[in-house]
């Protein structure tokens, strides 16, 4: 199974992400589509449309990270099938793949089930763990003061909303990051990955769902901290500070790299 799974990893790696697998496989934008569904009940309409605009822009920014699901659930899928041993491992009460997976007697359309139920799994897993952004941006508003935080992402009569859609997107580029993490950990390692994600249907969006969040929180942490020493340096000399950056995003810009 061990020596299975490397080489499709192996593959993995080098094959482009895959938006879909065989006729009846599951479909990056179609899982897209639920996704920002899920998360448009979750934030409410006005966060939602402060974070993506409309619909297609949230379909579109999360189908990347579908293909990621959909990518790695092939790959797992792959292994599993070509595993001898597949109907004595734990959790398959004997059955063959084509068995625990298909339906009718051939169990034809075990491969697009499989991946089908990786891939929802992950997808669900990841969409558990995205975070609301207007309750990260009202977080940072009381941290900051009204002042600075305006000054950091606009007048104070747009600055809430463009700090909402800049964590939405701070979050979806951290989970395409997460995602390329991710993968790059499954080929490093199949065992190491499995002692710390599982091997549950839902292990690759565990990964990138705890990658994500980290990297997202790192990064907002980081325009926190910007922000108030671009404050500091703009209060001791404000000539000296207009000459250096030009404007407060733009120092809040360089301390936030």
Request: aromatic share 8%; hydrophobic share 40%.
């Amino acid at each position: 199974m061990r020596r299975i799974l490397v080489i499709a990893l192996l593959a993995f790696a080098v094959a482009p992400v895959a938006a879909s697998v065989a006729a009846g496989g599951p479909n990056a934008s179609t899982n897209a589509s639920a996704s920002c569904t899920a998360l448009k009940t979750k934030l409410g309409a006005t966060t939602f449309a402060q974070a993506y605009a409309t619909f297609g822009h949230c379909v579109s920014a999360l189908t990347s990270v579908e293909q990621a699901n959909i990518a790695a659930a092939t790959v797992s899928c792959t292994a599993e099938q070509n595993d001898a041993n597949f109907a004595t491992e734990a959790g398959h009460n004997g059955k063959t793949f084509a068995q625990f997976y298909g339906t009718g007697k051939s169990g034809k359309d075990a491969f697009n089930k499989c991946v089908s139920t990786k891939t929802q799994a992950s997808s669900k897993v990841e969409q558990q763990a995205r975070t609301n952004p207007s309750r990260s941006c009202r977080g940072q508003q009381t941290t900051l003061g009204p002042t600075t935080f305006a000054l950091t992402y606009g007048t104070a009569k747009n600055a809430f909303g463009k700090c909402v859609s800049k964590t939405a997107v701070l979050q979806t580029q951290s989970e395409n990051a997460a995602s390329a993490t991710c993968r790059a950990s499954l080929n490093a390692s199949a065992t190491t990955f499995a002692s710390t994600f599982g091997t549950s249907a839902d292990a690759f969006g565990k990964c990138v769902s705890t990658t994500a969040s980290a990297q997202a929180k790192a990064r907002f942490q980081a325009i926190t901290a910007a922000a108030a020493a671009c404050t500091t340096e703009r209060n001791a000399n404000v000539a000296a500070f207009n000459s250096k950056y030009g404007s407060f995003k733009s120092c809040v810009a360089q301390h936030a790299k």
